[in-house]
C-alpha cells in the first residue's frame, strides 16, 4: 500500500510537536511542554534549519537536519527524529517517511544521512537496515560513543 507523505508546514507544529512529546515519553526522556516545541518547530521551519515530513494524520513524523559537509562539498542530513504512533506501526508508515526523508534530502544536496537508534529498537534497525543504512560498528570498528552535555 503506497502512504502519502508531505512536508509538514507551521500550521501542522502542533500536532507535530504533540507527537515528538508522545515519543520522548514512551522512552522515558525529558521533553518540554507541547507549546514550547511547538513553537520552535514552527521557528526552524521558518528559519529552514529544519525540514519536517508527516503522513496525513498526523501519525508519524521525521525531522531532518542539515549542514554543510566538510569532508564533500554537499551537505550531510541527520535524522533526527521518526516516530509512528504505536498503534499504526507496522503498517508502513515508517517506510514512506524514511523514503521521503531519503528523497528530501537527496534534493536538499545531502551526500550523506546518519541517524542514530538503540540497540534495543529492533524494529527500527531492521527497517533502516532494509533501506541501505549500516551499522558502521558492524563493519569491525571500534564502538562510537555519542556523548552531550547541556550548556
Known amino acids: 500500500m503506497s502512504r502519502t507523505v508531505r512536508y509538514a508546514v507551521a500550521g501542522d507544529a502542533d500536532a507535530i510537536a504533540r507527537l515528538l512529546v508522545d515519543f520522548n515519553t514512551e522512552y522515558g526522556d525529558p521533553t518540554p511542554p507541547v507549546a514550547d516545541l511547538a513553537t520552535r518547530l514552527r521557528e526552524l521551519m521558518a528559519a529552514d534549519a529544519v525540514i519536517v515530513l508527516a503522513d496525513p494524520g498526523p501519525s508519524g513524523v521525521a525531522v531532518l537536519r542539515f549542514r554543510p559537509a566538510i569532508w564533500s562539498s554537499g551537505q550531510e542530513c541527520y535524522l533526527a527524529e521518526l516516530y509512528v504512533v ?10 514512506a517517511l524514511m523514503s521521503a526523508s531519503i528523497k528530501a534530502a537527496r534534493e536538499r544536496g545531502a551526500d550523506q544521512m546518519d541517524l542514530g537508534t538503540s540497540e534495543d529498537d529492533v524494529a527500527a534497525r531492521a527497517l533502516y537496515e532494509s ?14 560513543y555519542f556523548y552531550q552535555r547541556e550548556l
Do not use: S, Y
Open 86 to 95: 504505536p498503534a499504526l506501526r507496522g503498517q508502513g508508515i515508517g517506510r
Open 131 to 144: 533501506l541501505g543504512f549500516v551499522n558502521v560498528e558492524r563493519l569491525g570498528g571500534p564502538v562510537t
